[in-house]
């Protein structure tokens, strides 16, 4: 699933030049061997660092410092879409938790 994200997001920061693409570029590739405790903190570290990226570029946006608005919306809407990512993938995670709970034996 983070592959499939990480091939959109690359694609999408080429069009959108200079901001750094958290979720492709940085992250290392899961393995088999991962728990997902940690897929799923390193999926909400990866959203902090594009939430800082996105404030950063409306805060140059803001004083003028060179960021124009096209820039500083894709950041936004980056961050924004990788927050329900992760959120969705939580609350699948939770019904899961709840359906095998919910389950008699």
Same mark, same amino acid.
């Given at each position: $699933?983070?592959?499939?994200?990480?091939?959109?997001?690359?694609?999408? /920061?080429?069009?959108? =030049?200079?901001?750094?693409? *958290?979720?492709?570029?940085?992250?290392?590739?899961?393995? *088999?061997? /991962?728990?997902?405790?940690?897929?799923?903190?390193? *999926? @909400?570290?990866?959203?902090?660092?594009? !939430?800082? +990226?996105?404030?950063? =570029?409306?805060?140059?946006?803001?004083?003028?410092?060179? &960021?124009? @608005?096209?820039?500083? $919306? &894709?950041?936004? +809407? %980056?961050?924004?879409?990788?927050? !329900?990512?992760?959120?969705?993938?939580?609350? %699948?995670?939770?019904? =899961?938790? +709840? /359906?095998?709970?919910? $389950? +008699?034996?």
């Amino acid at each position: $699933m983070l592959a499939a994200v990480n091939s959109v997001m690359t694609t999408s /920061s080429a069009a959108g =030049a200079s901001t750094t693409n *958290a979720l492709g570029a940085q992250a290392t590739q899961p393995t *088999a061997s /991962s728990p997902f405790a940690d897929l799923l903190s390193d *999926a @909400v570290g990866q959203v902090n660092q594009l !939430e800082g +990226q996105a404030q950063a =570029a409306v805060t140059g946006l803001m004083t003028g410092s060179g &960021i124009d @608005v096209h820039r500083a $919306m &894709i950041a936004t +809407q %980056k961050a924004d879409m990788a927050f !329900e990512m992760v959120l969705a993938v939580r609350n %699948k995670a939770v019904q =899961a938790y +709840q /359906s095998v709970m919910g $389950m +008699q034996f």
